[in-house]
């Protein structure tokens, strides 16, 4: 069964630093997979999407996100962080024709001033 | 563009008691999925609407749970006899193909 690792519960940077969500799915096909952002007590927001074509794909608030078959990932790429970037993040990945998205467990990001 | 909406947003019952949610998905989607969120995890999906066929269900929707969508929109989701195990945020989303839109959810409390 398809699975989604998210290895980081929590990360804090500073505002203006660099950021990386790491991702890893468990999947023999070519995997559907998404990046999406919840904060607190709302419903999950669409950061991006890859289904096939450049490894590399951009998303909405300057998001990007990179695909590696090799290494079975898909992180979460931002050059310089904002305060209202704090939020949880989640990567989900759906089989090809499937119905359902399978989430990671997330990862709950901190900005620091 | 009206998005996915939820109704209500928060519900607090009592043990025993029976509760149901309502799902208006984005007018023109023709898929609906319910999924379930407890605290410290992600999304967990309970069941797949196609217009008004329910195609799948997860094993996580015992029978307390019954799903409708009756003409092919909006959507019900009702939990019968509420356990405080129930206590979860449940999530609707749709699409028309591999992407879905996620409504506000509807948190709900079981005291």
């Known amino acids: 069964a398809q699975s989604v690792t998210q290895p980081d519960i929590h990360i804090t940077v500073s505002e203006g630093a660099s950021l990386e969500l790491r991702c890893n799915y468990s999947?023999?096909?070519?995997?559907?997979l998404f990046w999406y952002v919840q904060s607190p007590g709302q419903g999950l927001q669409l950061l991006l999407k890859?289904?096939?074509?450049?490894?590399l794909v951009q998303g909405i608030k300057g998001f990007e996100a990179e695909f590696k078959r090799s290494q079975s990932s898909f992180n979460l790429r931002k050059p310089s962080v904002h305060w209202s970037d704090a939020a949880e993040y989640f990567c989900?990945?759906?089989?090809?024709?499937?119905?359902?998205?399978?989430f990671g467990a997330g990862t709950i990001l901190r900005v620091k001033s | 563009d009206t998005g996915v909406s939820q109704d209500p947003r928060h519900k607090i019952t009592k043990r025993g008691q029976n509760v149901t949610f309502r799902c208006d998905p984005i007018?023109?989607?023709?898929?609906l999925y319910w999924y379930r969120q407890t605290l410290g995890q992600g999304p967990e999906f309970l069941t797949y609407?196609?217009?008004?066929?329910?195609?799948?269900k997860s094993r996580l929707l015992s029978d307390r749970f019954s799903a409708e969508r009756p003409k092919g929109s909006f959507s019900t989701l009702e939990i019968q006899r509420t356990e405080q195990g129930d206590s979860a945020m449940y999530l609707c989303?749709?699409?028309?193909?591999?992407?879905?839109?996620f409504g506000p959810g509807t948190r709900l409390t079981v005291t």
């Open positions: 989900a990945v759906l089989m090809e024709y499937g119905n359902k998205l399978v």
């Open positions: 890859y289904f096939s074509g450049d490894t």
């Open positions: 999947y023999g096909a070519t995997p559907y």
């Open positions: 007018s023109e989607h023709n898929r």
């Open positions: 989303a749709s699409s028309t193909s591999y992407e879905q839109y």
């Open positions: 609407f196609q217009n008004e066929a329910q195609l799948e």
